[in-house]
């Protein structure tokens, strides 16, 4: 969303003009460690820790090199501890590095053992698929009661104060903490803790333009599978730059304000009617129906050159493409290329070419965070739609993010609150869901059953909708190797056994068609056991990702999916030569509205039949509804370890 803020723009051209320069390291700089330090085996404030944060340090520059300098000193009390004697250091390549980092343990008995190995860049994959660059260590010699510290140095992209912000919340209990942030003097600043501070602490205060806070005993922050995003639910410091000197404190006069602001600039940008008809002319034919039009107008306008998901480039790169800044709808249907937020703009003008009543919206995104309109922070808004009204319903188009079919938005620019913009300053809008119908997974499979146990066949998964949209979006600059290996480790992650994968198709991932078809040769050893008369064969061939869903009894956090999905699956096994169903699995038909869970085992002709239905509408469940929540997947997974009992052909011979 490069230019669509006014401010980030002068922000690139002002902040580079300033006077700071970045902090330089000179050596280690290692605070001393005391004796109580050395000996400490349990904290009690954090009873059965594995390790705590003994001190962390913060000291953010927002100048013209702006970085931020991190300090942690971490005890290992337990044997699990140990594990963070691997540091993982997470960076934005396209806006940060990571330079001068150091490391060093310390011993029980204080024998201090630098770090002289090498620091690696990884790309660190967790659970749900999240993944992120990390700088990665491993320290030497970690023993329970050593101490581990190091300290980096994070040198963000010049002219980049945009999300400055400090983490209170950790993993680990945090013993005592130090922030500074050294704001930037070309704009002005405010400052918020959406979640509030730690007990105890004090407010961040303004140190002649160095604003310092510290904090002491923050409980470690727990993570749990399907939760809201991290930064919502973290002790926080959000760090605001706005022009002017704006200081009313009245969040419904801000936000008419902006959006005023916003509304000038959307109009300026698409306000080249001839242009606009002529594009319009180009695309769509007379004789088409509205909708149609508004299918082609989408289609083209996706069809432009988006640079907001092209690789990053070199500079070097940049200076030999030689492009021009985009002022308008007109430069852009010339140039053929704009960022996503342009793009979208775009779409806006060839439709109110066309005749429709057309609307911008500006949207805030929640995959990061959640939208909080008391907050008078405009860059919450990070995000761009259009509202169409067609046949008197209204539609929501974002055709600036790549790959998203017609007709659908980006999961995280669904169930959110919008502001559409108007020239009297605009109105908040809800943007409603995507239908659970149309972001599934079907999986079909003709499998083939030895007399081994062994599974083998033929697998075709179908992705739709945000499912697709997702893979696409996120493997867009990956190789086809990679791509393959994403694929087959999905198919990997839903078996509850070792299983051998192999794509055997070139799917569509240039596409924003609402589907993606995968075939796969598929194998899974040992599915079937028994002896004698009896093999037992379960029926929850795709079921893993859901065998150890909301285990704990107990939940900290509310449950947040991302949209509304579907799961199906439909499965034919044929048995070996002689062999029999002697038995088929209980069907079961879980329905709790929301959430409907339905398995079925039949014999068909000597043929086993497995189906296979999962559909979830819901989104956030609060923590209250936990217990019902988990008594629906504990019915899931009971459902899928039901078994169909097969007869051998020497048992069916012996009978």
């Given at each position: 969303?490069?230019?669509?803020?006014g401010?980030?723009?002068?922000?690139?051209?002002?902040?580079?003009?300033?006077?700071?320069?970045?902090?330089?390291v000179?050596?280690?700089?290692?605070?001393?460690?005391?004796?109580?330090?050395l000996?400490?085996?349990?904290?009690?404030?954090?009873?059965?820790?594995?390790?705590?944060?003994?001190?962390?340090?913060?000291?953010?520059?927002?100048?013209?090199?702006?970085?931020?300098?991190?300090?942690?000193?971490?005890?290992?009390?337990?044997e699990?501890?140990?594990?963070?004697?691997?540091?993982e250091?997470?960076?934005?390549?396209?806006?940060?590095s990571?330079?001068?980092?150091?490391?060093r343990?310390?011993?029980?008995?204080?024998?201090?053992?630098?770090?002289?190995?090498?620091?690696?860049?990884?790309?660190?994959?967790?659970?749900?698929?999240?993944?992120?660059?990390?700088?990665?260590?491993t320290?030497?010699?970690?023993?329970?009661g050593?101490?581990?510290?190091?300290?980096?140095?994070?040198?963000?992209?010049?002219?980049?104060?945009?999300?400055?912000?400090?983490?209170?919340?950790?993993?680990?209990?945090?013993?005592?903490?130090?922030?500074?942030?050294?704001?930037?003097?070309?704009?002005?600043?405010?400052?918020?803790?959406?979640?509030?501070?730690?007990?105890?602490?004090?407010?961040?205060?303004?140190?002649?333009?160095?604003?310092?806070?510290?904090?002491?005993?923050?409980?470690?922050?727990?993570?749990?599978?399907?939760?809201?995003?991290?930064?919502?639910?973290?002790?926080r410091?959000?760090?605001?730059?706005?022009?002017?000197?704006?200081?009313d404190?009245?969040?419904?006069?801000?936000?008419?304000?902006?959006?005023?602001r916003?509304n000038?600039?959307?109009?300026?940008?698409?306000?080249?009617k001839?242009?606009?008809?002529?594009?319009?002319?180009?695309?769509?034919?007379?004789?088409?129906?509205?909708?149609v039009?508004?299918?082609?107008?989408?289609?083209?306008?996706?069809q432009?050159?988006?640079?907001?998901?092209?690789?990053?480039?070199?500079?070097q790169?940049?200076?030999?493409?030689?492009?021009?800044?985009?002022?308008?709808?007109?430069?852009?249907?010339?140039?053929g290329?704009?960022?996503?937020?342009?793009?979208?703009?775009?779409f806006?003008?060839?439709?109110?070419?066309?005749?429709?009543e057309?609307?911008p919206?500006?949207?805030?995104?929640?995959?990061?965070?959640?939208?909080?309109?008391?907050?008078?922070?405009?860059?919450?808004l990070?995000?761009?739609?259009?509202?169409?009204?067609?046949?008197?319903?209204?539609?929501?188009?974002?055709?600036?993010?790549?790959?998203?079919?017609?007709?659908?938005?980006?999961?995280?620019?669904?169930?959110?609150?919008?502001?559409?913009?108007?020239?009297?300053?605009?109105?908040?809008?809800?943007?409603?869901?995507?239908?659970?119908?149309?972001?599934?997974?079907?999986?079909?499979?003709?499998?083939?059953?030895?007399?081994?146990?062994?599974?083998?066949?033929?697998l075709?998964?179908?992705?739709?909708?945000?499912?697709?949209?997702?893979?696409?979006?996120?493997?867009?600059?990956?190789?086809?190797?990679?791509?393959?290996?994403?694929?087959?480790?999905?198919?990997?992650?839903?078996?509850?056994?070792a299983?051998?994968?192999?794509?055997?198709?070139?799917?569509?991932?240039?596409?924003?068609?609402?589907?993606?078809?995968?075939?796969?040769?598929?194998?899974?050893?040992?599915?079937?056991?028994?002896?004698?008369?009896?093999?037992?064969?379960?029926?929850?061939?795709?079921?893993?990702?859901?065998?150890?869903?909301?285990?704990?009894?107990?939940?900290?956090?509310?449950?947040y999916?991302?949209?509304?999905?579907?799961?199906?699956?439909?499965?034919?096994?044929?048995?070996?030569?002689?062999?029999?169903?002697?038995?088929?699995?209980?069907?079961?038909?879980?329905?709790?509205?929301?959430?409907?869970?339905?398995?079925?085992?039949?014999?068909?002709?000597?043929?086993?039949?497995?189906?296979?239905?999962?559909?979830?509408?819901?989104?956030?469940?609060?923590?209250?509804?936990?217990?019902?929540?988990?008594?629906?997947?504990?019915?899931?997974?009971?459902?899928?370890?039901?078994?169909?009992?097969?007869?051998?052909?020497s048992?069916?011979?012996?009978?």
């Amino acid at each position: 969303m490069r230019r669509w803020l006014g401010l980030c723009s002068a922000a690139l051209i002002v902040v580079s003009a300033g006077m700071w320069n970045a902090r330089t390291v000179h050596g280690d700089e290692w605070q001393p460690i005391s004796q109580q330090e050395l000996k400490m085996t349990s904290v009690a404030e954090a009873p059965g820790a594995p390790a705590v944060i003994l001190y962390r340090q913060v000291d953010r520059d927002d100048g013209r090199n702006s970085n931020e300098r991190n300090y942690v000193r971490i005890k290992i009390l337990t044997e699990d501890g140990r594990k963070y004697a691997n540091v993982e250091i997470p960076f934005l390549k396209e806006s940060t590095s990571v330079i001068n980092v150091r490391a060093r343990s310390i011993r029980p008995d204080g024998t201090v053992v630098p770090f002289d190995g090498k620091v690696y860049e990884q790309t660190i994959v967790k659970a749900k698929g999240l993944k992120y660059l990390a700088k990665t260590l491993t320290l030497p010699d970690v023993q329970v009661g050593s101490i581990i510290e190091y300290h980096y140095t994070l040198d963000f992209k010049e002219g980049y104060v945009y999300d400055s912000e400090w983490i209170l919340s950790d993993e680990l209990f945090t013993k005592k903490a130090k922030f500074t942030l050294k704001a930037n003097t070309d704009f002005a600043l405010r400052w918020n803790w959406p979640q509030g501070l730690p007990a105890g602490s004090e407010p961040p205060k303004d140190d002649h333009g160095t604003i310092r806070m510290e904090a002491s005993n923050v409980p470690a922050f727990q993570i749990e599978d399907y939760m809201p995003p991290e930064k919502e639910l973290k002790f926080r410091v959000d760090f605001i730059y706005f022009e002017g000197t704006y200081s009313d404190n009245d969040p419904v006069k801000f936000w008419k304000a902006f959006g005023k602001r916003r509304n000038d600039y959307v109009e300026g940008f698409v306000n080249k009617k001839k242009a606009m008809e002529q594009a319009l002319a180009q695309t769509v034919s007379p004789g088409d129906s509205q909708e149609v039009k508004l299918q082609k107008i989408y289609a083209k306008t996706q069809q432009m050159r988006n640079l907001s998901f092209e690789r990053e480039k070199s500079d070097q790169e940049q200076k030999r493409e030689k492009q021009k800044d985009v002022a308008n709808v007109e430069e852009l249907w010339k140039r053929g290329y704009g960022d996503g937020a342009q793009i979208t703009w775009l779409f806006l003008g060839m439709a109110r070419a066309a005749g429709f009543e057309a609307s911008p919206i500006l949207v805030a995104r929640r995959n990061d965070h959640f939208f909080n309109n008391n907050i008078m922070n405009e860059r919450q808004l990070d995000d761009n739609l259009v509202q169409v009204k067609l046949n008197g319903k209204d539609m929501y188009f974002d055709p600036g993010t790549a790959l998203t079919p017609y007709g659908m938005l980006p999961w995280s620019s669904t169930s959110v609150q919008g502001m559409k913009l108007s020239k009297d300053g605009g109105s908040w809008v809800e943007i409603p869901p995507n239908d659970s119908a149309l972001s599934k997974i079907e999986r079909t499979a003709d499998l083939k059953l030895d007399e081994e146990g062994t599974l083998s066949g033929k697998l075709t998964v179908t992705y739709y909708g945000s499912e697709a949209q997702t893979l696409r979006t996120s493997e867009r600059n990956e190789d086809e190797t990679s791509r393959k290996k994403v694929l087959e480790d999905m198919v990997k992650e839903s078996v509850p056994a070792a299983s051998e994968v192999e794509l055997t198709n070139k799917p569509d991932w240039t596409s924003s068609s609402p589907s993606m078809t995968t075939e796969y040769s598929f194998k899974v050893g040992g599915w079937v056991s028994g002896a004698g008369k009896r093999a037992l064969l379960p029926v929850g061939i795709f079921s893993s990702q859901e065998k150890g869903l909301f285990d704990h009894a107990a939940r900290v956090h509310a449950v947040y999916f991302h949209y509304p999905y579907q799961k199906i699956d439909d499965v034919r096994i044929q048995l070996p030569l002689g062999w029999k169903i002697a038995s088929v699995a209980k069907p079961v038909n879980q329905d709790a509205k929301a959430a409907v869970f339905t398995m079925s085992a039949e014999d068909k002709s000597g043929t086993l039949h497995l189906t296979r239905t999962l559909r979830c509408d819901l989104m956030m469940v609060p923590k209250a509804s936990y217990p019902a929540l988990r008594t629906f997947f504990q019915t899931v997974r009971a459902g899928d370890e039901e078994q169909v009992v097969l007869q051998p052909a020497s048992a069916a011979a012996a009978n």
